[in-house]
């Protein structure tokens, strides 16, 4: 049994055991309820104000599980046709250009979605879904295309290491961290050049240090994060500058959401 059947496992043993204590209405169980009770509709106002993320993080887990389910060989194969390596980018790069976005790449899909939950959901609330899935498209396929033209020069000279022709690379990080690029300007100054400036330090040491040709395209998504400032101040983006990002129940008044 592999690792991430064994924590799937896990998982589902807590949540039946907390079911069969809500059910049985022990003291625990009657906590957990009435606590589920007053935070539900705070969830349900978080997953509403950005319906685009959580339904893409439906279809992550969904890929994710494919991935958990597969032998090694196979999630290598179906990875690699995924991903937007050189020799996909040469022969269909605007498939795999969109198709590498819907795979995580991991066989854990919790950190996926938590990157999810607390980088995109609150972008796209702030800045719409529109807006959102458009930042995340330019980070994605402009990331993408800046480290694939990088690779391309390093094999020209002879500075890339043999096969990364065919390497894997697929996921969500580069649209992500082109939105949390985006999301510095939620900040005042002098805190928002702090950030931007912390950021662009602690992704470039990281590809300094690192060995793989991805950490420069981290770099290049925060960059164009960085250069998405003129989606920030379309009138209803400035709107919602004020209201807190994670708690979008507070965001207007003719659609408050009350507690328990």
């Not at 040469?90 to 950190?111: C, E, K, M, N, T």
Request: aromatic content about 12%; overall charge positive.
């Amino acid at each position: 049994m592999s690792r991430p059947d064994i924590v799937l496992l896990v998982l589902a043993a807590i949540v039946a055991v907390v079911w069969y204590a809500v059910a049985r209405e022990w003291p625990a169980g009657v906590r957990l309820r009435r606590g589920w009770i007053r935070a539900k509709p705070y969830a349900l106002a978080y997953m509403q104000s950005s319906p685009a993320t959580f339904a893409y993080a439906a279809v992550i887990m969904l890929t994710t599980w494919i991935v958990a389910g597969s032998n090694q060989r196979l999630t290598s194969a179906v990875l690699r046709d995924q991903s937007t390596n050189l020799s996909n980018l040469r022969h269909h790069a605007i498939d795999v250009l969109l198709r590498s976005a819907f795979w995580s790449g991991s066989s854990y899909a919790l950190p996926t979605i938590a990157l999810l939950a607390f980088v995109l959901a609150p972008a796209e609330f702030w800045l719409g879904t529109r807006r959102a899935v458009f930042v995340f498209a330019i980070g994605h396929v402009g990331a993408t295309v800046l480290t694939a033209a990088g690779i391309a020069l390093a094999l020209h000279f002879g500075r890339a290491p043999r096969g990364i022709e065919r390497t894997i690379d697929v996921g969500v990080s580069y649209g992500a961290v082109c939105l949390a690029g985006v999301l510095v300007y939620r900040l005042s100054p002098p805190w928002r050049y702090a950030a931007a400036i912390g950021l662009l330090v602690a992704f470039g040491i990281r590809a300094g240090l690192g060995d793989g040709f991805s950490d420069y395209g981290h770099v290049a998504a925060l960059l164009l994060g960085y250069a998405c400032y003129p989606f920030t101040r379309a009138p209803e983006v400035r709107e919602r500058r004020g209201v807190p990002i994670y708690r979008p129940w507070l965001r207007a008044p003719e659609r408050e959401w009350q507690a328990g």
